[in-house]
């Protein structure tokens, strides 16, 4: 945009074309400036290296706002904070008729007032706690840290919806993280339930990620016209460039890309390394979990403060964001890892001994035993006992059967009918029926009788025996792929 078309938007109150013009007086001059206009006032802050720029800066605002003669700008008043956004010292003029009106927090000079019949009086002395009190009461309510977007986008990083929240948007942040979990709640559950349908939770995969890659996007629309400024300021002003805000949501993507940014290029390289190396060892070794989010922590508080101490805000957003970066990935580890553990499990069929009701290459969940019996017709997932692997050496460790016998039953198997406590079993889910006959027997106490549904090509109790009831792992009851055979275990 060029100067005179600025200029013109300037006159007519645009706040954007204001706070432009004024960013390019002072941006040379390794300031930087934050502006709002409020019924007539207008206020800049300005972000200044040492007090000493305090003249030079109110004379170059004044003059420029002077030559504008902009009819929405009554009075000014200009702010010039420290690192930490406290207010350093503190000018306050009109426009209008010239007059300029003092109002500094920085040390003030004694002045000496005339008497009427022209001799001077004493020095005026000045209450020194009133005079600081009054200058706390003044400060309070500029010393407030100013909000950053790319907090905001760090925050959103973590989990949809944070970022709207911090930058004042509660009721869509709130929606956004309610729709999220929504989300969320359905692709798990269309996962795990028995009657749940695989294809439903991963055709909810699209929606979740677009919400959430549109939420970041959005939590930084959250601060449009500071946005916009700081963009200019980036473009602008080498010495502001690397915003460590940046640095760290760069960090949040893959530890490293922040240093990358900061041109440390070494410790950048060495991250990535260290999460490729910590990774591989997890899978093997579950000690080594921790590691990576350690890792992700690390580089983000790092590359935080990496940055020019000119660019940095206050320790505590960091730190706040740190300690919710582990809290979010280690519960993205370890929740999955526990409910794997105690809850339910995934396996592949890898013969036909149980066709018709799986199939070579099915995959299936099995609920976690948890000392919990298994019931009569149960697929129930065990550990292959020993005897049975001295039989066949090449047998797998874990087999799936369906429980035909429970313990004390007596139990015998004649022309293809099986007979439990002299009652035939009514059996609609075998291939066919047994070519072999078992003797009476009874089941021991905590042991199981198991075959397969077919019969005649599996190998199973009435081969090697019985199943000890800690040797069960769980049951199975739903087949989550291939897509064609998705559907509950009877």
Excluded at 106 to 124: E, K
Aim: net charge positive.
């Amino acid at each position: 945009m060029t100067p005179a078309k600025l200029e013109a938007q300037a006159k007519q109150g645009d706040l954007r074309a204001i706070a432009t013009l004024i960013d390019d007086c002072l941006t040379p001059h390794g300031m930087r400036v934050q502006v709002r206009l409020h019924q007539g006032l207008l206020s800049v802050s300005v972000h200044a290296p040492t007090p000493k720029h305090r003249q030079w800066c109110v004379s170059a605002i004044r003059e420029l706002l002077i030559k504008l003669r902009i009819p929405a700008v009554a009075r000014v008043r200009i702010l010039g904070k420290n690192r930490d956004r406290s207010v350093i010292w503190n000018e306050e003029f009109a426009l209008g008729n010239g007059s300029h009106v003092r109002n500094g927090a920085t040390r003030r000079r004694r002045r000496r007032n005339s008497h009427p019949n022209g001799t001077l009086s004493a020095p005026t002395t000045l209450n020194r706690r009133s005079a600081s009190t009054g200058a706390k009461k003044r400060r309070s309510p500029k010393t407030k840290l100013q909000k950053d977007p790319w907090l905001a986008v760090n925050l959103s990083v973590l989990f949809p919806g944070l970022g709207q929240i911090y930058g004042g948007k509660f009721f869509r942040g709130l929606g956004i993280i309610l729709i999220e979990a929504v989300l969320i709640t359905v692709a798990v559950v269309s996962f795990f339930s028995p009657e749940g349908n695989t294809l439903t939770s991963l055709g909810l995969v699209l929606p979740i990620l677009g919400i959430y890659l549109v939420n970041i996007i959005d939590a930084h629309r959250c601060f449009k016209t500071l946005s916009f400024l700081r963009l200019e300021r980036v473009l602008k002003n080498k010495r502001n460039k690397n915003n460590p805000w940046v640095a760290v949501f760069l960090s949040q993507l893959l530890p490293g890309l922040g240093h990358f940014y900061l041109k440390n290029f070494g410790l950048g390289a060495v991250l990535m390394i260290s999460l490729v190396f910590a990774s591989n060892i997890a899978r093997l070794h579950p000690g080594w979990l921790l590691v990576p989010p350690l890792l992700y922590a690390i580089a983000c508080y790092h590359a935080y403060f990496s940055c020019p101490r000119s660019a940095l805000h206050s320790q505590d957003p960091i730190v706040m964001i740190v300690i919710l970066i582990i809290a979010f990935k280690l519960s993205g580890i370890f929740i999955p890892a526990w409910v794997e553990h105690d809850f339910v499990q995934r396996f592949t069929i890898p013969s036909d001994s149980m066709v018709p009701t799986l199939r070579s290459g099915d995959q299936i969940i099995a609920l976690k035993a948890r000392g919990r019996p298994p019931q009569k017709g149960d697929l129930i997932v065990f550990r292959l006992p020993e005897f049975a692997k001295t039989l066949d050496p090449n047998a797998g460790d874990l087999f799936i059967k369906r429980t035909i016998g429970m313990p004390l039953d007596v139990l015998r198997l004649k022309d293809g009918i099986i007979y439990i406590n002299n009652e035939p079993l009514s059996e609609d889910y075998v291939a066919g029926p047994a070519q072999y006959n078992l003797d009476p027997q009874i089941v021991p106490a905590d042991s199981y009788f198991v075959l397969g549904d077919n019969r005649n090509d599996s190998f199973d109790s009435h081969v090697w025996g019985y199943v000890p009831r800690n040797h069960i792992i769980g049951k199975a009851y739903k087949i989550y792929w291939p897509p064609e055979r998705i559907g509950p275990l009877r």
